[in-house]
């Protein structure tokens, strides 16, 4: 398998978490979870065979993906394919990152999956088809970086306005002081929360809640016991039954199944 990261060095680096090319993954099980981690994402399938969304519930083919899609903000799990033998670029942007692209609101992807072109138009299909031409995985890196480049507004209002206050919530513990946040933003409380969704996709409160659970996945994954009640203090849970009921929401599992259950990385969990 090749898994290749590259983080920009440059003013993408700001926006980005990352962009990652990855070929001949062949894990056992078809299909997995992919749990909120609250970023966006871009994805550039680099072969022809389609890719699924699938029903939580009944595992049923729900959407095909093929190409390019774009994946906004969630605030619950997806069941996907797991991309066996699959040739794939992603970029995944931090909160608010993605609007540097989109230049409108993000809050009309909150929870969906959708075709790259009808995002981004013609365009991002030529740059697919300048990625598959490309053998040297670095000059893929660079040419989706150069389109990034020329595609992103980096000096928005909006993004001057709500980017201190992602990052005040991505660093909090405990409970967010919505009315405090909103004073010092100089908006009311009303305001505040408009722009905010336009700005990362969600409410300040909904966002937080998933900065949160994912401080719990990373104090989790790798382990296999745990105490529960000082891990949900830690993350700001007041108490044990809070944070389960949190868990739940997010990614479908109690706790000590996603213990049992994790897979390869935090936020993707085999289903078999």
Known sequence: ??????????????????????????????????????????????????????????????????????????????????????????????????????????????????????????????????????????????????????SCHFKSDLQKAMRPFVGEIDQSKGQIKLQEMAFNSGYSQKQFIHLFKQYVGLTPKHYHRIIRFNDILNAMYGKKKLEWASIALDCGYFDQAHFIKDFKAFSGLNPKKYIDEQGGWPHYVPIR
């Not at 390019?68 to 909160?95: D, K, N, P």
Request: one cysteine or more; charged letters at 25%; a neutral charge.
């Open 1 to 150: 398998m090749v898994f290749e990261t590259y983080i920009p060095k440059n003013e993408l680096g700001n926006i980005l978490v990352n962009m990652v090319y990855h070929k001949g993954y062949a894990p056992e099980h078809s299909k997995e979870r992919f749990l909120p981690d609250g970023t966006t994402n871009i994805v550039f399938d680099l072969q022809d065979d389609p890719k699924y969304i699938y029903d939580n519930k009944t595992l049923k083919k729900k959407q095909e993906c093929t190409k390019v899609w774009f994946s906004g903000m969630h605030t619950q799990y997806l069941t996907i394919s797991s991309g066996q033998h699959a040739e794939m670029m992603v970029v995944t942007f931090r909160a608010g990152g993605a609007h540097t692209l989109l230049k409108d609101s993000l809050y009309p992807f909150k929870d969906v999956v959708v075709p790259g072109g009808q995002v981004f138009g013609e365009p991002v299909f030529a740059l697919r088809r300048e990625l598959i031409q490309k053998l040297d995985i670095q000059e893929k890196f660079e040419a989706l970086e150069q389109w990034l480049l020329r």
